[in-house]
Every structure is written in structure tokens, then in C-alpha cells.
């Protein structure tokens, strides 16, 4: 384990914040904030420090993965939601950050519709973890976590 001032940053992508109340049956019945409080404890038992942000936008998310390693962040985990599926944008943000990255997704988007089962930013990431619902997260904070310490 690092030490506790490893920064880490976690990005909900579009809707996310409607977590709860849409689609339940495919996304669970829990928030963003008791989400948030998992990824949080789970990210604490491996020594880091999340910060964590929602965006419905892809600019913004466009942004502040840009300007990750800057603010001190050593990885990202990331859930680019509908965005995985079209946003180049972000695939190039991640690609030029050059730090470790872990791609989530609540549902497995592999035995969905046929347009989520690519993912245009899986080949920029360390890896993906989908299909687990919230349980996706705690498996990419300790995914992160191991990728940290091998490096």
C-alpha cells in the first residue's frame, strides 16, 4: 500500500446523477452519494484519496481529465457512461493523461444493445470493469489500487 495522500480521481459520466431513479432494473436502486461513500471507504482501505466528480458533459469531462496529472491525481477511474461509446474527445484525454486508468460501468455493456458494446476508450485504459453494479466501482478502486502499487 502507498501512502494516503495518493490522489486518485473518479469520474460519473452523463446520468449518473439519476442513479436510483432510472432504469433500476439495469443501473440498482442506490444514489450517487451512497455510491460516492462506497468508493470512498473501498478507496481508503488501499491508501488513496478519491475526489470525485459528476458530469453530463463532455467537455467538462474533457477538462478535468486533462488537467488530472497537473492537480496531482496518480490514476483515474472513470465510468464515461453514453460517452464510452462515442466520444473520441475523451478517449484522447485519457490517452494523453499517461496515467493509469480504470474504466467502470454499472451494467455490462457487452450484453446490451448492440451500440454499447463498443467501446471507443477501452483501448486507452489499463482495464474495464463492468457488469457488476455497484460492486464495479469497489473492483476498479482496488484494480487502481493494484495497478499503483506495481508501478
Known sequence: MKNNKDKVLVIHGPNL????QRET???GKFSIDSLNKEIT?????????PEIIQSNHEGEIVDIIGQSKDKGFKGIIINPAAYTHTSVAI??????????????????????????KTSLTASVVNGQISGFGKHSYTLAVQALAFVLKRD
Open 91 to 116: 478517449r484522447d484525454a485519457i490517452s494523453a493523461t499517461n496515467l493509469p486508468v480504470v474504466e467502470v460501468h454499472l451494467s455490462n455493456i457487452y450484453a446490451r444493445e448492440d451500440f454499447r
Open 25 to 27: 432494473d439495469i443501473y
Open 41 to 49: 471507504a473501498q478507496a481508503a482501505k488501499h491508501g488513496l484519496n
Open 17 to 20: 446523477n439519476l442513479l436510483g
